[in-house]
């Protein structure tokens, strides 16, 4: 739970504070019933969509799509196309 919502919940004065702790309780026991019910007791296929997702690193630069999809060999054929025109500008 994050820091400050907690903080925040134990800042609350009594009987608010137990209260809200009951209800919490309370409303986290018949979610996970529910939830249990729905994945047929599996807790862990549920659970895991409460991870969070992974952060995507951004690429460093700029890849047109089209290169993801080019096989190796085209992506080699590509890139000695491109060495022996420099050559050919540079000679």
């Known amino acids: 739970m994050d820091q400050r919502v907690m903080a925040a919940v134990l800042a609350l004065d009594e009987p608010v504070r137990s209260t809200l702790r009951n209800r919490l309780r309370r409303g986290l026991e018949v979610l996970r019933a529910r939830f249990d019910a729905e994945h ?13 997702a992974p952060r995507l690193r951004p690429v460093p630069w700029p890849v047109p799509l089209g290169v993801l999809a080019m096989t190796t060999t085209a992506k080699v054929s590509a890139a000695l196309l491109l060495l022996a025109g420099v050559a050919g500008w540079v000679w």
């Open 40 to 52: 047929g007791g599996d807790r862990g296929a549920w659970l895991a969509l409460l991870r969070p």
